[in-house]
């Protein structure tokens, strides 16, 4: 599958999960051009679950083991939520250290400009604003010469890439530009035209980045990125009518992060898409991204599309129920919230690494299937673990 098409319907989405192939995954997910999964529209909008993607895995007969590194970086995705969970709004902010030496807090304007000189970046920014996903080698590389490069900090800019992201997920985005900046991590993450060029394809020479990485700390911000680019995102929201409510009847709520047509399906309920336009102010999205949720929405059935704010609801108070699935975006929903469904339900809070949350996981995955997906546990290095 190419990125340049996420299909909307329901049975399409299960095709590209039929598609996947974790044993070429494993291999060449590296490379932009490689095998990669591109689920994370629909993982991130909560149409599926990634515990659906792994017994899909299983169910086709592939093992634990051949699934072992597609497992690990959707449990980077839980790890991830997990911290939100946790930290809720400090997420948005440094988590561990403070890094220094930051030139400004704005998107570089070669960065927002797609114009930083190194091709492969420059396509990926095109292809982020056109298509709505960039490769994850691009986004490292992307956030890498932001914050490292540039020494932009790496709040603004990690706003910017949420804005157009299909997959757009706070937690993820938000703790993987920090991963990269240095501020949730041990040290930042440089990148090197000699990465770029193999992952890429590209054969690029001479660029600012063309060094050796000992060279790299020591790299003065090049001209092209010195100037502070302007980005006053908006999200356009659909105007909407009032929604057809049944009082006698309970009240389902979805957004952005809930559009899975199988919660709750054979409960008689009014179902309401509630887009807050106070929510999308804080976390504003593209136009393409909005329409995309609304098209996701279409696989539910009686949905019903409501710009407004939850107080917007009238007589909210007098419905049976109203249920939500959980989600640290949403705290102010009212009534039952559902979990939503983990891989690894029971590993909760924020851990010291990825890597001891890993281990648990790991340990997990050998209780319930009696088999462990890699052959000597996290035997990864760290420095390179999220490459
Ligand atoms: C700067 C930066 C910003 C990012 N912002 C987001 C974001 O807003 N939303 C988002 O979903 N992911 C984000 N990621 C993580 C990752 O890049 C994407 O999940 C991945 O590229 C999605 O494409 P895919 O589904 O084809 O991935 P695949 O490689 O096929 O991975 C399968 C699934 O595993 C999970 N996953 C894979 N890699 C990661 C990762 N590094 N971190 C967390 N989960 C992962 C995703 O759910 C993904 O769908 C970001 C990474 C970086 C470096």
Request: aromatic share 14%.
């Amino acid at each position: 599958m190419q990125f340049k098409t996420f299909p909307t319907s329901y049975q399409a989405i299960l095709d590209v999960i039929d598609a996947v192939d974790p044993v070429a995954y494993s291999r060449y997910r590296n490379h932009v051009d490689g095998p990669v999964t591109y689920l994370s529209p629909y993982i991130s909008r909560g149409v599926i679950s990634t515990k659906q993607v792994l017994n899909a895995l299983l169910e086709k007969g592939y093992t634990l083991k051949q699934s072992g590194k597609l497992i690990q970086e959707m449990a980077w995705r839980e790890y991830f939520q997990r911290v939100w969970q946790s930290l809720e709004d400090d997420i948005f902010r440094d988590i561990r250290s403070r890094y220094t030496g930051i030139r400004h807090a704005q998107v570089p304007k070669a960065v927002l400009d797609a114009s930083t000189g190194i091709e492969a970046i420059d396509q990926g920014i095109k292809d982020l604003y056109q298509y709505g996903y960039m490769h994850n080698h691009l986004r490292m590389y992307t956030a890498s010469i932001t914050c490292v490069t540039a020494k932009a900090h790496w709040l603004n800019p990690s706003k910017w890439m949420y804005y157009h992201l299909l997959d757009g997920d706070l937690a993820s985005n938000s703790c993987s530009w920090q991963w990269v900046a240095g501020s949730f991590s041990s040290k930042q993450y440089y990148c090197n035209q000699e990465n770029i060029n193999k992952y890429c394809g590209t054969n690029q020479k001479n660029t600012f980045l063309d060094k050796e990485y000992h060279e790299l700390p020591l790299l003065e911000t090049p001209a092209v990125l010195t100037e502070a680019g302007t980005f006053n995102p908006v999200t356009i929201l659909p105007a909407t009518q009032a929604p057809q409510l049944d009082h006698e009847l309970p009240l389902l709520l979805y957004n952005g992060y809930n559009l899975d047509p199988n919660w709750r399906k054979d409960t008689k309920a009014n179902r309401i898409l509630l887009l807050e336009p106070s929510h999308f102010r804080e976390y504003p999205v593209s136009e393409k991204v909005i329409r995309f949720i609304i098209a996701l929405a279409e696989n539910i059935e009686g949905i019903q599309v409501f710009t407004g704010e939850l107080a917007d609801l009238p007589e909210l108070q007098k419905f049976p129920a109203v249920y939500s699935k959980e989600h640290p975006a949403f705290p102010h929903y009212p009534g039952i919230k559902d979990e939503r469904d983990w891989l690894f339900p029971g590993i909760q809070g924020v851990h010291s690494s990825f890597f001891s949350y890993w281990k648990k996981s790991e340990r997990e995955l050998f209780r319930l299937y009696g088999e462990s997906p890699f052959p000597r546990p996290a035997k990864i290095k760290r420095q390179h673990a999220y490459l």
